[in-house]
Nanobody
Framework: EQLVESGGGLVQAGGSLTLSCAAS????????IGWFRQAPGKERERVSC????????HYADSVKGRFTISSDYAKKTVYLRMNSLKPEDTAVYFC?????????????WGQGTQVTVSS
């Protein structure tokens, strides 16, 4: 089982980024795949999750209306489109996968990708 993230980087406040999580070694349609983030000195936070068995999505209140999660079954890839980025969105973003609702708990984790939003 492997999750590989990409798409992080540096962006100005108000800008956009799209993160990608490519999954291998798992039955994609049976998994919930999501994004968590951790900023320095803060606890890890669940940002968003998509349950691929029925496409149910979940979002943290702090990102609702700004972030959109989606799945491409053919590519076994989950995307997180992040719009209207704020400095407080700065964190390491981790892709995670598992078999439970709202990605909690998740069993498999990627290495993480840094997102930095400048003011």
């Amino acid at each position: 089982e492997q999750l590989v993230e990409s798409g992080g980087g540096l962006v100005q406040a108000g800008g956009s980024l799209t993160l990608s999580c490519a999954a291998s070694g798992i039955t994609f349609r049976d998994t919930a795949i999501g994004w968590f983030r951790q900023a320095p000195g803060k606890e890890r936070e669940r940002v968003s999750c998509v349950e691929n068995w029925d496409r149910t999505t979940h979002y943290a209140d702090s990102v609702k209306g700004r972030f959109t999660i989606s799945s491409d079954y053919a590519k076994k890839t989950v995307y997180l489109r992040m719009n209207s980025l704020k400095p407080e969105d700065t964190a390491v973003y981790f892709c995670a996968a598992g078999h439970y609702s709202d990605c909690q708990p998740s069993e498999y984790w990627g290495q993480g990708t840094q997102v930095t939003v400048s003011s």
